[in-house]
């Protein structure tokens, strides 16, 4: 950190007000030190990180931060407010300010310098030292870890002397009572967790930070993987090794779980631990005290893969879960790896509508006729791009669902079967039946006993042959026809729907969207809409449904963003900064904006967020807007047909929900933010995400 931080970037007697001019006081010195090009541009980048999630953390610290690229090289400066500044942390202002600057894409070091602060800072001798710093040059020395020349002093032995000690004194705190002397420092209890949901967007995330931020109050140490829609970075063995117990919180099949076999493991879904991330950590920590454990070699005889009989999700779930719990996991799993075909495949034919016009599905193959210098040749690439994109909706949709009951070989005869269904016009729920099949075929055939010289071939050649066999039998000739003509007929009723039946269908579709943000529920809705318009020409009726989708997914986020700016008082400092942040998520569709307002209170958001929901649903459905693009929320309205009275149809949900909130929050006497009568002090809203942030939140 010598590089990082000197004297002419530390400001010992900070006077801005607000978070924002605290930024820029300490932006101005990284600009004086050639460190940041351009103050306006940089200033915007902390802006924007800051809305996404407060970096204020107890003890009177904030840490601004950001990637950016007028950075020049990572960069800290430091200043110290005697009046304080709100970062949003739940125990008040700031009046020690570290902004942390990195160049964009250079995330290692980033983290490397967010870690390093991170460690000092739960050193209590460190900031005190800060707090009484006499001259910037000894705090600047303090912060890189170095001896400084007055009294105050860290530890001896240079940064990263520093660090170690700061580890250990936070680790004594963690494993210590107060105020009981501990005699030699005990080890915290170490839990190594997954996370994972179906978009692998926001929940995966929000449950990674509330199982650490519990953790932390629990002095437990917490290191989570999440495996999110951009992959994952695996464990270190030698941590998976140390660990003590073991919390997975998935809504999808974790990936390579064989990794964790033989240590006390919780099981869960991860809304869990979004929502009680504590009793998943007293629950870990109690099977390991009791000793039980998850069994080892659960890949199977030989260790090939997919040569057990257990699937991902099953090996997943506990033991006690019903054939409707292992059903959902599986369908979500499908619809996870869906999702991405959905939105890329459709926002570019809806890009391709935007440039030439709805006739441009009628274009010739740009193969044959693609002009640089003509926009409905671009317009004809794009909308081409798109249909190939959306072709692998279903063949994507079954083949995961099989992956999700079978594991690897699951994926042949899946998306074998997911074709046949497009060829035969059996459409979303053909592939919904071939992946059910599919993964059945493939589990029954692992169920048959074979000899060890075989079993080697058994996932690459035998299973996925046999399988693929049987699914295009049963597809093409037993249940494909009955299938189509299913489909054809929910297509026609559709097509047929006016009037309040279509009124009534909206409503219902934004009760769902709204029931669970982003979870079970709210999947099946946008699965059902998404279905409808991904054919080359989807009919009316269908794109009302991927509008009203749509728009009642918008309603929950961008209600509390309301909500917390006409009666901040009602909410607590970290609602509010959140309220900010999900002024953009709904915005941009969304709706996991709204979650940690839900987890704080659902009671009362949950229900208002649902009447606003179904209300915006029905009047979207009876003004008859359309839309033919599958996400994009707000960025998309040109695309949509009526869009004033859509735009209309947002607002009116948008206020509902608002309203109720307000009215519902208001009628409670406790005042939100304080201490709940034998709480201890602790915040209600803190085992939200959000409540408390990490110190190394990137």
Not at 204 to 209: D, F, K, Q, S
Not at 340 to 355: D, N, Q, S, Y
Not at 558 to 566: F, G, K, N, P, S
Request: with cysteine; hydrophobic share 50%; glycine share 12%.
């Amino acid at each position: 950190m010598s590089d990082m931080i000197t004297a002419d970037l530390v400001d010992l007697d900070l006077s801005a007000d607000t978070k924002e001019a605290a930024a820029r006081a300490l932006a101005e010195r990284m600009v004086a030190h050639g460190r940041v090009t351009d103050l306006e541009g940089f200033l915007a980048d902390v802006a924007a990180r800051e809305a996404q999630m407060p970096t204020g953390l107890d003890g009177g610290i904030g840490i601004p931060h950001c990637r950016s690229e007028h950075v020049t090289e990572p960069t800290l400066a430091f200043g110290r407010s005697e009046d304080g500044v709100d970062f949003g942390a739940a125990d008040g202002p700031a009046d020690l300010i570290f902004l942390i600057a990195a160049p964009a894409g250079a995330d290692d070091a980033h983290l490397t310098i967010l870690s390093s602060l991170a460690r000092q800072l739960m050193n209590a001798e460190f900031t005190t030292a800060l707090r009484s710093a006499g001259d910037a040059t000894a705090a600047a020395a303090l912060i890189r870890g170095e001896e400084p020349t007055g009294a105050e002093s860290v530890p001896e032995g240079g940064a990263e002397d520093s660090v170690a000690v700061s580890a250990a004194a936070s680790a004594e705190t963690a494993t210590g009572t107060p105020g009981q002397e501990t005699g030699e420092p005990e080890r915290p209890f170490r839990i190594v967790a997954v996370t994972s949901c179906p978009t692998g967007i926001a929940h995966t995330y929000m449950a990674a930070e509330s199982l650490e931020n519990a953790g932390r109050e629990a002095g437990v140490e917490v290191v989570v993987e999440t495996q999110g829609s951009a992959g994952f970075t695996r464990l270190d063995p030698a941590v998976i090794e140390a660990a003590d117990g073991v919390i997975f919180a998935h809504d999808v099949p974790v990936r390579d779980r064989d990794r964790f076999a033989g240590k006390p493991t919780v099981d869960t879904g991860v809304k869990a631990a979004v929502n009680r991330p504590g009793e998943l950590i007293g629950e870990v920590r109690g099977k390991a005290a009791r000793g039980e454990v998850t069994a080892a070699g659960s890949a199977g005889a030989g260790g090939a893969a997919g040569s057990s009989g257990a699937s991902p999700v099953e090996r997943g779930g506990g033991s006690g879960e019903g054939y409707g719990t292992k059903l959902r996991v599986w369908l979500m799993s499908g619809v996870s790896y869906m999702v991405p075909f959905v939105a890329a495949g459709g926002l570019l034919i809806a890009l391709g509508f935007a440039i030439g016009g709805y006739e441009i599905n009628e274009a010739p193959s740009v193969m044959d006729h693609f002009v640089w210098s003509q926009a409905d040749s671009w317009a004809a690439l794009l909308y081409q791009i798109g249909g190939v994109a959306f072709a692998f909706l279903v063949p994507v949709l079954a083949g995961y669902i099989a992956y999700g009951m079978a594991d690897r070989p699951g994926l042949v005869p899946g998306f074998v079967g997911g074709s046949i269904a497009l060829t035969i016009n059996a459409g979303f729920l053909g592939g919904l039946a071939a992946g059910l099949i599919s993964g059945a075929v493939v589990m029954a055939i692992q169920r048959v006993r074979i000899p060890v010289a075989l079993r080697g071939i058994m996932p690459v050649v035998v299973i996925p042959l046999i399988s693929s066999a049987i699914v295009g039998f049963l597809m093409f000739v037993v249940i494909g026809k009955p299938i189509a003509s299913a489909q054809t007929a929910m297509t026609d009723w559709l097509s047929d729907l006016s009037g309040a039946n279509a009124v009534l269908l909206g409503a219902l579709l934004g009760l769902m969207m709204c029931f669970d943000l982003g979870g079970p529920v709210n999947k099946v809705a946008y699965a059902f809409a998404t279905a409808g318009i991904a054919v080359s020409d989807p009919s009316d009726s269908a794109m009302k449904i991927m509008a009203t989708v749509m728009a009642a997914g918008m309603v929950p986020p961008l209600a509390m963003a309301l909500a917390t700016t006409v009666r901040g008082k009602l909410f607590n400092a970290a609602e509010r900064e959140n309220g900010k942040a999900a002024w953009v998520l709904g915005a941009s569709f969304i709706s996991e904006g709204a979650i940690p307002f839900a987890a704080a209170d659902p009671l009362r958001v949950i229900p208002s967020s649902m009447v606003g929901g179904a209300v915006t649903g029905a009047l979207s459905m009876a003004f008859g807007a359309t839309l033919r693009a599958p996400h994009g929320g707000i960025f998309v309205v040109p695309l949509i047909g009526n869009p004033l009275l859509y735009l209309v149809a947002i607002a009116a949900g948008v206020c509902v929900t608002t309203a109720l909130v307000i009215v519902l929050k208001g009628l409670r006497k406790p005042v939100p933010g304080a201490a709940a009568p034998g709480s201890g002090g602790a915040d209600p809203s803190a085992s939200a995400p959000g409540a408390k942030q990490p110190v190394a939140a990137a």
